[in-house]
Structure formats: structure tokens, C-alpha cells
């Protein structure tokens, strides 16, 4: 296994989203290879970086999700169409667009 990293073994980033961010873990991961505490250190930083981004998708994606839900029931309402809150989403949007076919 080759251990010095070099930035052409990262993945590309080619609108640079990441800005420098790639250089500077690759330098960051060359610098700490040879000490156990500072790749540790590494690490950790990286696995906490890691869960704050699942986090924040898992946070937006709830977020997605009741907008949508509130939209459906919404147009539930102004149809007069009485829908079972308690099921997800999903059937909510299907159970609407069965209904919408019901009443034509």
C-alpha cells in the first residue's frame, strides 16, 4: 500500500466546490501518517465532520419532507378531501391523486 497520499488520488472536484480543502487534507494526511496520535487526531476530526453532513441531510431532507406533506394536505383541504394524517408522505400523495380520480 502506497502511503503518501498525493492529490491525484483524491476524488476530482473539477467546478471546485472544495476549494483548497483537498490539498490541504492530503498535506494534512502526509504530515500525520508517521504519528499514531496526530492520524487518530485526524481521524476523529474527520468522523465528526462526516456525521454534521449525514446530520444536515437527514435535517433538510425532514425539512423537504413536511413541506411536501404540508402541500399535500393543503390541497387536500381545498378540495374538501378528508386524508388520514397519519400516513406517510407518500401514500398521503397517493391517496390524494385517488381521490382526485374518484371525483372526475
Known amino acids: ?14 467546478n471546485q466546490v472544495l476549494g483548497k480543502l483537498r490539498t490541504v487534507l ?11 496520535y496526530k492520524m487518530a487526531l ?5 468522523k465528526f465532520m462526516y ?9 433538510n431532507d425532514a425539512i423537504l419532507d413536511t413541506v411536501a406533506r404540508n402541500k399535500i394536505l393543503a390541497e387536500a383541504s381545498e378540495l374538501n378531501f378528508d386524508l388520514d394524517e397519519r400516513l ?4 398521503l400523495a397517493l391517496e390524494l ?3 382526485k380520480k374518484e371525483t372526475k
Open 51 to 59: 456525521n454534521k453532513c449525514v446530520e444536515f441531510e437527514k435535517h
Open 26 to 36: 492530503v498535506g494534512t494526511f502526509n504530515k500525520c501518517r508517521e504519528y499514531p
Open 42 to 46: 485526524l481521524k476523529s476530526v474527520l
Open 88 to 91: 406517510s408522505t407518500e401514500k
Open 1 to 14: 500500500m502506497k502511503t503518501f497520499l498525493e492529490i491525484t488520488d483524491m476524488p476530482t472536484d473539477s
Open 97 to 99: 391523486e385517488a381521490k
